[in-house]
């Protein structure tokens, strides 16, 4: 390549220039944005997998939809094909809420889960 920056060693590769205030001050309010949305997103991973932690039941739903998530399918494909919003959905992977049985139900579907019944010997006292 001829007639570049990289043929001519005395030429800078870079031109710097001062922010105007207009630059400066976007550049100021995106750097704040971006470092709000990381802490919502550290504090995000960090309630999901303590959510995802829990020995329930929906604590295995829950690892069973980020193993998913991590290999095969993503979450808007997961949403549309279980039919669940992504509020309902975000709230129940950071613990925040349960899930009506029927998405319960159509989660397992979508995920190829299938559920067996444990047979536990206890008495039950009435």
């Known amino acids: ?31 704040k944005t971006a470092s709000a949305e990381r802490q919502e997103s550290d504090e995000y991973l960090r309630l999901a997998s303590s959510a995802a932690a829990e020995e329930t039941f929906s604590g295995e739903l829950r690892r069973a939809i980020h193993a998913l998530h991590g290999q095969q399918m993503f979450l808007p494909t997961l949403m549309e094909r ?17 899930l009506p049985s029927d998405v ?8 190829g889960l299938h559920l067996q019944p444990a047979i536990v010997n206890r008495t039950l006292e009435l």
Do not use: C, K, N, Y
């Not at 005395?10 to 031109?15: E, K, Q, S, Y």
């Not at 279980?82 to 349960?98: K, S």
């Open 104 to 111: 319960i139900d159509r989660l397992i579907q979508v995920l």
């Open 1 to 31: 390549m001829t007639g570049t920056a990289m043929d001519d060693p005395t030429r800078p590769w870079r031109i710097a220039r001062e922010f105007t205030p207009e630059e400066r001050a976007h550049w100021q309010q995106s750097v």
């Open 82 to 98: 279980a039919q669940v919003d992504w509020p309902t959905l975000r709230a129940f992977l950071i613990g925040e809420a349960t």
